[in-house]
């Protein structure tokens, strides 16, 4: 039978352009990667491995959290740190060595659960929380002559303490939980502050006497925040919470108006997962649906809730808003999502992949989450030329942007810059093994095929190295040919001719390459 194939004119078939990306779990065409590792869309539509990653920074212990919004600041070993270059970083105070949520609103950077905030204009880290026990607190009409013999009247809108000076805790506008008592328990919110007086809203309190009460400011407990306009907003279970205009440590304050805080439950559907800011308001996940909010302050806000397919629990890092679009992996794949519709756009990774983070560059959506091997690796999706790309990434635990740069924490304690360094001060670690597995050469009309020849136009740099691959059916890999060169060729590879069905090729490389066309032949 070979005979007469090899005097069968061989039929050639191009492929030039790469567009198609990642498509290795179901049958993508030609212009599409089976598989791939460390290759990246810079060149597009050629091939080209990932540019060389840079170490920021070596951190002598475990993170456990990481935020870039006007800076990078890191949680290590019980403190919050400020990066100020390359291995250079300022200890902005101390925190508790619970994993982090944070959200920055002007100049303050809100740290939760510790609910301490660091102000970037007076450069400090002021813990937020206030517990007061207070003995013998006065809340009646009651008049008294202070210490310095001066009459004053006590009425049932203040309390009066000399255990603490209030001036050091508290500021008109915040929201207090009095708790303690038998009647007067509940938020409130401070309209004065003297050094020895609470002044609430007139007849706030029931005449009682109270050995002993606590004044408290606190926060939700939020598993996430998000930053839209002058409010952050967060989520705690299934409960939506709004802080009032500008104050990131008033969180109950209900007073009806447009200076209010927020706070709504939506019981349905199980716990938030996630949220965002989109198109100017904020958006909140579940993994069954997207609730919306709208309006302009607490007198008008209102939910719309949409049923698709959300954001996956434990994934709540993975929500990014890109080119007007919401990015997010979900419990059947990463997800698109446009407004009122979602759709999968992760065919190619398959739908097992979970525990997701994630961040963007303005073009590009870098996900780093675990596929059912348990194997954990970074997808790369290029949302213009809408191409899937694989990188190693085992050990990436937290993704942040910030002035050019994608920054990625990972667990052997340190910091590491993906793609170009904008900054140009991160160590280069040098160039990275890549591989490329082509769409499988086939003639589904035909059935058998007898392959007889590969080429591929290529670029290579000095000290670069291409090895090519193929595999027969469900036969073992075989290594063909290897190329070392200089500059740009045509590169023909000779086959063995072999009946099949099915032929596999693969370009492993190391260094700088190109590979621009793949060019086969077969009887």
């Known amino acids: ?12 078939r191009v492929q030039s ?7 290795h779990r179901f049958g993508g065409g030609e212009h599409s990667f089976f598989d791939c590792r460390n290759v990246s869309g810079a060149q597009h539509p050629a091939i080209s491995p990932r540019i060389p990653r840079r170490k920021w920074m070596n951190l002598s212990q475990g993170v456990q959290g990481m935020h870039c919004s006007n800076a990078l600041y890191l949680v290590s070993d019980g403190e919050l740190m400020l990066s100020l270059g390359q291995n250079r970083v300022r200890v902005l105070g101390d925190v508790s060595s619970e994993p982090k949520v ?6 303050s950077v809100l740290v939760m659960p510790d609910f301490k905030v660091y102000d970037t204009v007076s ?14 607190a006065l809340v009646h009409n ?7 013999g001066i009459a004053r009247t006590i009425r049932r809108n203040t309390l009066h303490c000399v255990d603490f000076n209030f001036l050091d805790y508290f500021k008109p506008g915040d929201s207090v939980r009095i708790a303690g008592t038998k009647s007067n328990n509940g938020y409130y919110t401070i309209r004065g502050v003297e050094e020895f007086d609470l002044r609430f809203d007139e007849n706030a309190f029931v005449a009682e006497d109270m050995p002993t009460c606590y004044v ?5 407990p939020l598993e996430g925040m998000c930053t839209v306009d002058d409010r952050l907003w967060g989520y705690a279970s299934n409960y939506i919470y709004a802080c009032a205009p500008g104050l990131v440590t008033n969180w109950y304050r209900y007073d009806g108006d447009e200076k209010s805080s927020f706070k709504m439950m939506v019981a349905d559907r199980g716990p938030f997962t996630a949220c965002t800011m989109h198109a100017g308001h904020p958006v909140f996940f579940k993994c069954n649906c997207m609730v919306e909010v709208y309006g302009n302050d607490p007198t008008n806000f209102s939910l719309v809730t949409t049923c698709l397919s959300g954001v996956a629990q434990g994934s709540g890092g993975s929500l990014c808003s890109v080119g007007g679009s919401m990015y997010y992996l979900s419990d059947n794949g990463v997800m698109r999502c446009s407004g009122s519709s979602a759709r999968v756009i992760s065919e190619a990774l398959g739908t097992h992949l979970k525990n997701g983070v994630a961040t963007t560059d303005g073009r590009r959506y870098y996900l780093s989450a675990v596929d059912e091997a348990g194997v954990r690796a970074l997808y790369i999706y290029d949302t213009e030329t809408e191409a899937w790309y694989k990188e190693e990434g085992a050990n990436i635990v937290y993704l942040g942007y910030l002035n050019g740069d994608v920054y990625a924490y990972c667990s052997d304690n340190s910091v ?12 280069p670690l040098g160039e990275v093994a890549s591989y490329t597995e082509f769409h499988p050469i086939c003639d589904d009309a035909r059935g058998e095929i007898v392959p007889v020849r590969l080429g591929l136009r290529v670029w290579c740099d000095e000290g670069s190295e291409i090895a090519i691959d193929v595999r027969y059916d469900d036969g073992e890999w075989e290594e063909r040919a290897t190329l070392q060169s200089v500059g740009e060729r045509l590169w023909y590879v000779p086959l063995q001719p072999r009946v099949c069905h099915t032929l596999r090729v693969r370009a492993r490389g190391t260094g700088s390459y190109r590979i621009c066309a793949l060019i ?4």
């Open 102 to 107: 944070f959200a920055t609103l002007d100049r």
């Open 1 to 12: 039978m070979l005979p007469a194939l090899e005097q069968t004119k061989p039929q050639r």
């Open 17 to 23: 352009d790469f567009s198609g990306g990642l498509w």
């Open 142 to 148: 009651q008049d008294y002559v202070d210490e310095d």
């Open 520 to 523: 086969w032949e077969y009887k």
């Open 416 to 427: 590491y810059l993906i793609g170009q360094d904008v900054t140009g001060n991160g160590t």
């Open 123 to 136: 450069d400090k880290l002021t813990a937020k929380y206030v517990r007061l026990l207070l003995a013998n």
């Open 216 to 220: 408290i400011l606190d926060m939700p």
